[in-house]
């Protein structure tokens, strides 16, 4: 007996995924579907009712649950247990937005109040680069800022900050790097000035190689551009837990923000990893930001589990993924501003997910982590989505729409919705022969050829999707999104009975990468791997092909 099979409801489930009649007849039969089908949590609404679901399906899943305790497993999660348990540690993402009142114990140890202690710290550096206080080593104000960090403390931020452009003071220039490839940093560099321009170094060990080495190429252009050693302070700051080395850099040790054990990279924009977010928004809505998290927090360990937004979300994607078998899903953001917001999502969701082994360390024989992707919904309309409403494949969707925008303008966000609602209409109820050959029958082609054509046009319909709508794009709404889809991620860890929070994946690719990094400077030439990298290893070591 598997881990999914060993829950109660399996069977159950099972036969209702081959009993299930066409949405389009689910819509029919219950005109309010769209009302009983809907949650509403820290300024998101979610309509779920595009979905292969009926009330005793909603009723059975969130019945299994249930069986696996989820609840307990939350509370484990908020009140600090080591429920990372490959490394021993506590997922307290959470608590880098709990209230200044709270009270979450680390190893006897409440930590909040180092956290509130680390956002005033970031408050007033804030108030210093934006005020024009702090001067770089020609006496001139801070005008760009240049974020150098990969993996969360890369992506979380930047994306966070892109979102938020409409909320941006003006009065700094962000510019994010994290790719080795040296392209990256040297045309980074081109637009910058080493008398105003500030670097944010984000690494935990101050020792993660594609950040140390930017980092330390990010130096090298500075000495050159006529800073000293003596002013590295004046223009570099890191958020590291290794204070040791970043002194021995020469930053200031004022200057050096905390990291924590109890935090993963990709869950750690909340933390002073949100520099670049708070320098370009503000202190003000980067505490907004937390504020719209610990509001979703706040849902997901109180409201019951069938009014639960992360958890029928998460719910949804372990009944597509385990019992439609569902290789991927789709997020499709309809402003601008959030086109970002898939790709985080991606590294979010498959880096937690991505598992082949449970808590017991026995190997799973069934779907974990979906492929995650998505895009800009306008633009993938004119692309991928004829795979959505045609292909062969089951694919979920989610939609995400501000109901407002902040830059109106004609008919453009009428548009944009109509855009956004057509889509899910269409996916849902898909076009049938008998229609599809209604709409030729006032052309000129043979009844043989409308025949063939119709059945060209025939789309099956019943792919689901789920809309989530806000009334506006704020940092509060934002951080909200974000931490749905961070809760969201952990359901489905605890249905599959598998660890989100480590990513040994990950750390197999960075140590082969430095073994391999030492044999291309080596003296002698690599004979010991396979074949191929021993080929690859020596055409780089020529230079040429």
Not at 129 to 150: H, L, Q
Not at 402 to 423: K, R, V
């Amino acid at each position: 007996m598997t881990v999914m099979n060993s829950y109660p409801q399996w069977q159950t489930l099972q036969r209702l995924s081959q009993q299930l009649p066409h949405m389009r007849s689910l819509f029919a039969e219950d005109p309010k579907r769209a009302e009983s089908m809907s949650v509403s949590a820290a300024g998101l609404m979610l309509d779920y009712s595009k979905n292969r679901v009926t009330t005793e399906v909603m009723q059975s899943l969130l019945a299994m649950a249930q069986s696996a305790g989820l609840k307990d497993k939350i509370n484990a999660m908020f009140a600090g247990e080591r429920i990372n348990t490959t490394e021993q540690r506590a997922v307290l993402h959470t608590a880098l937005r709990a209230s200044a009142d709270s009270e979450i114990d680390v190893d006897g140890q409440n930590i909040v109040p180092e956290v509130q202690q680390t956002l005033a710290k970031m408050e007033a550096f804030v108030e210093a680069i934006t005020s024009g206080e702090w001067r770089g080593f020609t006496g001139k104000a801070i005008t760009d800022i240049v974020s150098i960090g990969i993996g969360g403390s890369f992506l979380g931020p930047k994306i966070a900050t892109q979102a938020l452009r409409p909320y941006w003071s003006g009065k700094l220039k962000c510019h994010f790097v994290a790719n080795v490839d040296a392209t990256s940093l040297v045309e980074k560099l081109k637009l910058v000035d080493p008398e105003t321009t500030l670097f944010l170094m984000s690494s935990k060990s101050f020792g993660t190689q594609e950040t140390l080495t930017n980092t330390l190429s990010a130096r090298d252009w500075f000495l050159s551009q006529g800073g000293t050693q003596q002013d590295i302070a004046k223009h570099f700051a890191a958020i590291t837990s290794n204070v040791a080395k970043a002194t021995a850099f020469g930053m200031d040790e004022a200057n050096i923000f905390p990291m924590w054990d109890w935090v993963g990279g990709r869950y750690s924009l909340w933390s002073a990893i949100g520099l670049p977010i708070a320098l370009m928004v503000g202190m003000d809505n980067f505490r907004a930001l937390l504020q719209g998290a610990s509001d979703m927090d706040r849902h997901f360990v109180e409201a019951p589990l069938a009014q639960n937004m992360p958890v029928i979300m998460g719910m949804l994607s372990v009944w597509y993924s385990n019992f439609f078998n569902a290789q991927s899903h789709v997020v499709l953001t309809y402003d601008h501003y959030l086109r970002g917001l898939p790709a985080y999502f991606q590294q979010l969701d498959m880096e937690s997910n991505g598992k082949s082994v449970t808590l017991d360390g026995e190997r799973v024989d069934f779907n974990t982590g979906p492929v995650i992707w998505g895009g800009e919904g306008t633009n993938g309309q004119h692309a991928y989505h004829q795979l959505l409403h045609q292909g062969t494949a089951l694919i979920p969707a989610d939609f995400i729409m501000p109901l407002q925008s902040h830059n109106p303008l004609g008919e453009h966000h009428a548009q944009l919705a109509s855009n956004c609602f057509g889509q899910t209409q269409a996916l849902m109820q898909g076009r049938t022969f008998d229609e599809a050959l209604a709409e030729l029958a006032g052309s000129k082609l043979s009844d043989q050829d409308k025949a063939i054509i119709a059945r060209h046009k025939v789309m099956d319909g019943n792919k689901p999707s789920n809309t989530l709508l806000m009334d506006k794009l704020t940092p509060q709404t934002l951080g909200a999104l974000i931490a749905l889809y961070e809760h969201r991620t952990f359901v489905q860890g605890v249905i599959w009975q598998i660890n989100s929070f480590d990513q040994w994946g990950v750390e197999l690719g960075k140590t082969l990468g430095n073994d391999v990094l030492a044999r291309l400077g080596a003296a002698e030439e690599s004979t010991d791997l396979d074949g191929s990298s021993n080929r690859l290893i020596r055409l780089f070591r020529q230079g040429h092909l």
